[in-house]
């Protein structure tokens, strides 16, 4: 019997013949992300996929890497380390990627270590800062960013120098939090300082009914908070309520312009450190460029931010070495291109991997939020 179908049924064959990819179509390369899409950093990782997505946008709108698409699988670990575990389980042997890219969160990302060593999968641009990423040595893991040692350091040194002595902390109390004291506690003893407080707060349940007192009794006049998204903007909020006028001043993995929408009327003043350049320096080659792709897909060039840039910059790194791989690229051949990788993105951003050292760029700022908007 002759099989008839109806419009839809149609246009539904036609969308997962496209889905699926069509006899002839160019052969894709597989990369996996597990990240918060859902949780207390997803506006920072959606702005950090934007960046991403131009450059593999771009890549593929010109034929892909010799004639082979680029294909990200990304996956909702809404910053729970077991789900980051598990997606990237799935990713790695069941959809069978090449590379992971961009995976978000210390405790997230020092828990699939394993697998990574297990498979030899090279992790490129994790979206995280931790020192523990860089030493020892994580064979498989090649690291974008500065770490967060670096800014904390940096942060507790810039309060000193603008004469600020009273500077209390609030500590996320996870691998981030702990890894990230350690470099404030580097600029304490190099301004000749004590924090006048240390407060402990839960990652995803912070008590800021609890926290903001200590913050207030302290008298505080600059409080460094080591958190994520939601939980400092809420946490700030909290203390401006309470009257308090403290500095405040954060670090990178909140520079996204989703954390000042999160802070309103508490953003303006906040300080955060960033890891690369600054996002309206149109002279920059990094920076034009990826101004002229947000362009080209009818985005805002000028609304470029911290978190979107730091995307660009890691999924350029792994097309670029991708592309050094040549074709049919193994997941061995990868990691063996990495480890002998030396690429210029511009001034200040020269990255050199070898096999004893995956650290990447070593840059660190400082901005401030005025008018909505980070500036420096």
């Not at 349940?205 to 460094?224: G, Y």
Request: a positive charge; aromatic letters at 4%; glycine letters at 8%.
């Amino acid at each position: 019997m002759k099989k008839t179908f109806t419009p839809c049924a149609v246009a539904l064959l036609t969308a997962l013949t496209l889905a699926l990819g069509a006899p002839g179509a160019s052969a894709q390369i597989l990369i996996g992300q597990s990240a918060d899409l859902s949780g207390p950093v997803a506006a920072s990782v959606k702005e950090t996929i934007t960046g991403s997505q131009l450059v593999i946008d771009a890549v593929n709108a010109q034929g892909g890497i010799l004639g082979e698409q680029i294909e990200v699988i990304r996956m909702d670990d809404g910053l729970d380390a077991k789900r980051s575990l598990e997606n990237t389980r799935v990713l790695i042997e069941d959809r069978k990627v090449l590379a992971l890219l961009l995976n978000r969160g210390t405790p997230n990302t020092l828990a699939v270590i394993p697998l990574l060593d297990k498979y030899g999968v090279a992790l490129v641009g994790p979206s995280t800062g931790a020192m523990a990423l860089h030493q020892p040595l994580q064979k498989n893991i090649f690291n974008v960013r500065s770490t967060y040692q670096r800014e904390a350091e940096k942060a507790v040194q810039h309060l000193q120098t603008t004469g600020i002595q009273r500077i209390a902390v609030v500590q996320a109390d996870d691998a981030f939090g702990k890894d990230a004291m350690e470099g404030a506690n580097k600029g304490f003893a190099k301004a000749n300082l004590k924090p006048v407080v240390v407060v402990l707060s839960d990652r995803n349940k912070p008590d800021h009914a609890a926290i903001v007192p200590r913050l207030t009794q302290a008298n505080a006049q600059a409080v460094l908070w080591i958190g994520s998204g939601t939980a400092v903007a809420d946490g700030i909020k909290a203390l401006r309520a309470a009257g308090s006028a403290a500095q405040i001043i954060t670090l990178s993995n909140n520079a996204a312009s989703g954390f000042i929408k999160e802070l309103g009327s508490a953003s303006a003043g906040v300080i955060i450190t960033q890891v690369l350049p600054y996002e309206r320096a149109a002279a920059h080659p990094l920076i034009k460029e990826a101004m002229t792709l947000a362009k080209a897909k009818g985005q805002d060039p000028n609304a470029l931010s911290p978190a979107l840039l730091e995307g660009f910059v890691a999924t350029k790194v792994l097309v670029e070495a991708l592309r050094r791989t040549g074709p049919k690229p193994t997941r061995a051949r990868l990691i063996a291109t990495l480890n002998s990788f030396q690429y210029d993105l511009g001034p200040g951003l020269d990255i050199g991997y070898s096999p004893t050292d995956h650290t990447g760029i070593d840059y660190v700022d400082l901005s401030i939020v005025s008018d909505g908007r980070f500036k420096r």
